[in-house]
């Protein structure tokens, strides 16, 4: 049996065992669940809720000791429906850190118990050059004024990028990861489904918050709210669906069974009706770029891409002008006799006073930047130096300021130390995919898990595409995707050589 074909070989070092005795679990959720069954019986309302959700808690944190990468698989699908936000607007308490803390301790108790030692992943580049990227993180936030607000946006930082290591560590063989990959596209198609079923209705209904209009008011050409997803942004949200598009479009190609390609399908047309939905140009604007480069890598034939062009044409002229004319104003970005017409629109205005505010801000500060999480601090005092603002309108002026673009908001928190360690990172992250993808081609091996690899790769170069437009250093939602993607090149790292040695020893043989 070759390596790639051994569903129990672990690909990184075996962090952890299915082979702890369920004995003690077993004792424990019996005395769980009767002080559990004694407050649900006996207690009031409030206690009967906690002793229920005491008791769910204990078994998921049970099945997540035996198996870690559950606890991956209900990280991805709390992240991409906001889940744990949406709890704690209610007056619950958070889940998301609970379960990191859960996760983690899970990979250290089971390879512990296992081995009698502790031992790190094996490191490549691109998972030190992250390490290196974290370290500028940090040393960006101590040069802020206020440290005390430093050290909350590096807390806040550090447990985004933890659920992207924890991606990557649990999900250590190729099954884990596609598995992960499918449940993630699962929820993304759900959740963006909601959205479009709220949003070709006319309904006021959220579906428990996981189809929410924007709450912090973004207004689509018409003058009424845009769809925000779960999280009520609707940019952010846009560029999460555009990034989830491509992977949706690779199932869609590669899959072989009937019953997945026509889920796959069915996503694709969600995820792309939701991504309108949002009225993100930025978002849009991205798939654009990256829809044709797909069907390039692809090979798709002329009439697949024409059939392809009439379905998203056909989405166009069916749906209400609102939800296209704000997407259609893109053309005055392309139009450079039209300069009049750009600066009408007030997005653009604005968005270019807030770049043109983070550049400032970099040349002041060109080392570091004006620290991790700053720039809204700083603002102000740049736009009105620069006569972006009045006076009188600053001292009205309420809210924070975003910078509108990831490489801006980079440049100006920090400075070319961020941006080359962040360049570095992709390069390296991007560089290992290709070079163990283009491994497999020349090998004929892996069609499915080579397919995924790919579409993940066009996944990421659209954030960063969209990212032109749009910031989003802090979102936890990118750190999930390179999570996928570090986990990729170390299972991919393990198999080649694996591959390699044995193909040594034949010939040797």
């Not at 051994?6 to 702890?20: E, G, Q, V």
């Not at 909601?194 to 912090?216: D, H, N, P, Y």
């Not at 736009?383 to 600053?394: I, P, Q």
């Not at 659209?462 to 170390?490: E, K, N």
Request: aromatic fraction near 12%; glycine fraction near 8%; hydrophobic fraction near 50%.
């Amino acid at each position: 049996m070759t390596p790639e074909n051994d569903r129990s070989t672990h690909y990184l070092p075996k962090l952890y065992t299915r082979n702890i005795p369920w004995g003690i679990f077993a004792v424990a959720a019996l005395l769980a669940a009767s002080v559990g069954g004694l407050g649900i019986a006996y207690g009031d309302m409030e206690l009967k809720v906690l002793a229920f959700a005491g008791i769910i808690g204990f078994v998921i944190v049970m099945a997540i000791y035996q198996k870690p990468e559950l606890g991956a698989y209900l990280l991805t699908i709390m992240v991409f429906t906001n889940a744990s936000d949406l709890m704690t607007t209610q007056g619950l308490p958070s889940i998301n850190k609970p379960l990191v803390a859960v996760i983690g301790v899970s990979i250290i108790a089971n390879y512990f118990l296992q081995t009698g030692k502790f031992k790190l992943p094996q490191m490549g580049r691109a998972e030190w050059t992250l390490l290196l990227f974290y370290g500028v993180i940090v040393s960006s936030s101590l040069v802020s004024s206020d440290l005390g607000d430093a050290l909350n946006v590096i807390i806040d930082v550090t447990k985004d990028i933890l659920i992207g290591i924890i991606i990557f560590v649990t999900l250590d063989t190729r099954e884990k990861w596609e598995t992960c990959l499918r449940v993630f596209l699962a929820t993304m198609t759900i959740v963006g489904g909601l959205g479009v079923v709220k949003m070709m209705s006319g309904t006021e209904q959220t579906f428990l918050g996981l189809a929410q209009l924007s709450i912090i008011g973004q207004l689509d050409a018409s003058g009424t709210l845009r769809y925000g997803g779960p999280i009520g942004e609707s940019n952010m949200w846009g560029q999460v669906l555009a990034a989830s598009v491509p992977l949706a479009l690779y199932q869609l190609r590669y899959e072989k069974n009937g019953r997945r390609r026509l889920l796959a399908l069915l996503a694709s047309l969600v995820l792309l009706l939701a991504v309108i939905f949002t009225n993100s140009r930025g978002a849009f604007l991205a798939m654009g770029l990256i829809l044709p480069l797909v069907a390039l890598e692809m090979k798709i034939r002329p009439v697949q891409m024409m059939v392809g062009a009439l379905v998203i044409i056909s989405m166009f002229i069916l749906l209400p002008s609102n939800y296209t004319e704000r997407l259609f104003s893109l053309r005055a970005v392309f139009q450079t006799n039209d300069e009049y017409a750009l600066y009408q629109d007030s997005s653009f205005v604005s968005r270019n006073n807030q770049m043109k505010a983070g550049m400032a801000m970099f040349w002041d500060h060109p080392f570091l930047g004006v620290g991790f999480g700053n720039y809204s601090n700083h603002y102000w005092k740049y736009a009105s130096e620069l006569g972006l603002v009045n006076s009188t309108y600053r001292a009205s002026a309420q809210g924070r300021k975003n910078p509108h673009s990831l490489y801006v908001e980079i440049l100006s928190e920090m400075g070319l130390a961020g941006f080359l360690t962040f360049a570095f990172f992709f390069f390296s992250l991007f560089a290992s995919l290709w070079r163990s993808y283009k491994k497999y081609d020349e090998y004929h091996i892996h069609t499915s898990w080579t397919s995924w690899t790919v579409a993940l790769i066009f996944s990421l170069t659209t954030f960063l595409i969209s990212g032109m437009f749009l910031h989003g250093l802090l979102f936890r939602y990118i750190w999930v995707l390179i999570g996928f993607a570090m986990s990729a090149v170390a299972i991919n790292r393990e198999i080649l050589q694996a591959m390699y040695q044995k193909n040594q020893i034949q010939w040797q043989g």
